[in-house]
């Protein structure tokens, strides 16, 4: 049965009620999103090992609105859409009902129960972000038979951000450390990083959460804490507990201030959730239905060349397979793709029907003096392993006018991030004509010098832009709209702001290759141009592209 979309009215903004090409209104809202993390609890200030904490990101590759609007114009088959139960068509009333755990009523579950309520489009703009995952997540919640509320850990982690990187290096939706995300199966190289893989980093997140809950005692609340702080953590607590015989119930617990703040965060959102009817809070709209498919290309593939064959923008299918640091999938795997529902067949129709090697575009290079493959490998943004691999080499040696294959991105990529982040920004402003919008949420501490300074704008500029006198008082949350100069190599950027706390033994020239910055932009940063040494202590401004940091 054919059915064209309808149109369901939510948050003063046009969406298409029941379909998974409300998806893409989605990825619009991200990239929206993107350039503005969602304001934290107060608590949230305080750096940790594994919550992402005081970000900033510039605009991510933009989604054109005319592609957005041809897409919903597609018509669909009803009867391919996966509806769960039909008596939830809102994704969100499904996991309020669902939710098991008890909610005590405590001054920590209060308190982040009152900071929610007081920040109302916090839900909203999460929610958003959410949108295209959350059914799959729920999904393999389901089929492991674990508790709904694990649904909720991604709010905690990461507001729903799959770009979300931390001062400590924990990465993605789930915020994955370098070493766990190894530990359970999520590889790390120059190609992918699994942990910014939603499908993949919600298994092993699950996986996870059951190995916590075995070892110890099959207590979630034990779990969820030792999710943020580390198992050995939590044990330590609870034998100490029993040492001095005291309750070792979580509530009693010696744990660190964030850990002892995690849990009630999570609960304060599944009591809100249960209860919205009662708080005034009116559940935004998550269809009940799968929207996106898992798709195997079995072998490595040209992710413009896979946009082209889905239909999609190549910032669309960015944006749903964040995990690709690259132009291409990894040669080594995985190969899946998150796709669209809708056209995950046909894309899987289409890319049988052509040959494996025409997958990848490649050029054909003649060694020249001076070369070696390191060389052509930085030149040729590939790694030396992969040349070996290609040209069939047992070693790294080479000699001069000797031909090398070597995988490049595809033209209609090399030209997009320009020209799509031009023609997207000339639609919002004058000055968008040769820059790129940038929005930045206020942290604390923040004056107009200091975000100047980040920027390589002045005061005068950004008080113009957001009509401000450049002596106003700035407040936490405000967001400020940045114009940058249009630059082609910086374009495909992700980038997060971090707060470093600098420890015993720390340097600049450390930091920075720990973040994978030049020491030169710190000292800019943080105005340390005439600071001999940095403390213990210190809070230090850094700005990663987490495509490039180091793990």
Known sequence: MIARLKKHRMCDLQFFNGSPMKLFFSLFFMLTLVACQSTPAPEQVIISETNVINQEIEQFPAVEEEGLSNLVEVEINEQALTIVEEDYDNLWLKLAEGFEFEVPENSRIAAQRDYYLSHPT??????KRAEPFLWLIVE?????KLPLELALLPVVESTFDPFAYSPAGASG??????????????NQNWWYDGRRDVYASTKSALEYMQV???YLGEDWLYAFAAYNSGEGRVKRAILKNKKYKQPVDYWSLGLPQETADYVPKLLALVDILRNHEEYGVELPYIPNQQVLTNVDTGSQIDIAYAAELAGLTIAEIQLLNPAFNHWATSPDGPYNLLLPSVVADQFSEKLVKIDSSKRIRW???????GDSLSVIAKKMQTTTNVLKQINDLDSSLIKIGQPLLIPVASQSQQQYLYSQAQRFERKESKYAQDKRKVIYKVVEGDTLWDISRAYKVTSKQIAKWNGLQTKSTLRLGQELTIWKETTVDKSDAVTRRVTYHVRSGDSLGGIAHKFNVKTADLVRWNDLENVKYIKPGQKIKVYVDIRKSRT
């Open 212 to 214: 916590l809950h075995r």
């Open 363 to 369: 050029d054909r290079y003649i060694v020249q003096s």
């Open 140 to 144: 393999q919640i389901q089929e492991n």
């Open 122 to 127: 916090y839900l909203t703009k999460v929610s």
């Open 173 to 186: 939706l789930w915020q994955f450390m370098p070493a766990t995300g190894v530990r359970f199966g999520l």
